[in-house]
T-cell receptor
Framework: GAVVSQHPSWVICKSGTSVKIECRSL??????MFWYRQFPKQSLMLMAT?????????EQGVEKDKFLINHASLTLSTLTVTSAHPEDSSFYIC????????????FGNGTRLTVT | GQQLNQSPQSMFIQEGEDVSMNCTSS?????WLWYKQEPGEGPVLLIA?????ELTSNGRLTAQFGITRKDSFLNISASIPSDVGIYFC???????????FGTGTSLTVIP
């Protein structure tokens, strides 16, 4: 149980275009999902908390107009990287938790974004 | 965000040896999680800890929630080659909604 699916697993796009990444909880409902970014050989940095039916909460330093988050249902959150630039190239990973606030996060397999 | 420091940063050990790593924070946490990540994949949950002093095992892995609530420890006994990967701790503060991740410990097991 507690499977999180992320799509696509990798994407290459040209500078200036936008890319949408989907995160789905397959066997549970998630009112809250979290989006992380990871650079090579580094830790996971929390970007934003995605809340079903309301606005996402962004961490300090993360541009909300650049990284658009939509959590339209209890099983789907999307992250759109708008007007992507090479410096946006990274590994983006979503996570969700089952039930109460303290329950562990379950992660998707990540999306490798390369902006050329 | 919160800064969690993990130690050591990397380890190279012989197969069969035991491994110990730890994670410290400047804040008090009410939940500690330990994950393993392999290249190109998302982290996989190993152990979750919810109470100060708690000691929890998952096979050859044992983790402890530090008494001060500012640290946690992960031990791997009798390491095998498939233990290779990066191990991350993650913590949640008393009032926060998010989990913050440690800097990671890269483990290499030499057969």
């Amino acid at each position: 149980g507690a499977v999180v699916s992320q799509h696509p697993s990798w994407v290459i796009c040209k500078s200036g275009t936008s890319v949408k990444i989907e995160c789905r909880s397959l066997d549970f409902q998630a009112t809250t999902m979290f989006w992380y970014r990871q650079f090579p050989k580094q830790s996971l940095m929390l970007m934003a908390t995605s809340n079903e039916g309301s606005k996402a909460t962004y961490e300090q330093g993360v541009e909300k107009d650049k990284f658009l988050i939509n959590h339209a249902s209890l099983t789907l959150s999307t992250l759109t990287v708008t007007s992507a630039h090479p410096e946006d190239s990274s590994f983006y990973i979503c996570s969700a938790r089952v039930g109460y606030d303290n329950s562990p996060l379950h992660f998707g397999n990540g999306t490798r974004l390369t902006v050329t | 965000g919160q800064q969690l420091n993990q130690s050591p940063q990397s380890m190279f050990i012989q197969e069969g040896e035991d491994v110990s790593m730890n994670c410290t924070s400047s804040s008090i946490f009410n939940t500690w999680l330990w994950y393993k990540q392999e290249p190109g994949e998302g982290p996989v949950l190993l152990i979750a800890l919810y109470k100060a002093g708690e000691l929890t095992s998952n096979g050859r892995l044992t983790a402890q929630f530090g008494i001060t609530r500012k640290d946690s420890f992960l031990n791997i006994s009798a390491s095998i080659p498939s233990d290779v990967g990066i191990y991350f701790c993650a913590g949640r503060t008393l009032t926060g909604n998010q989990f913050y991740f440690g800097t990671g410990t890269s483990l290499t097991v030499i057969p």
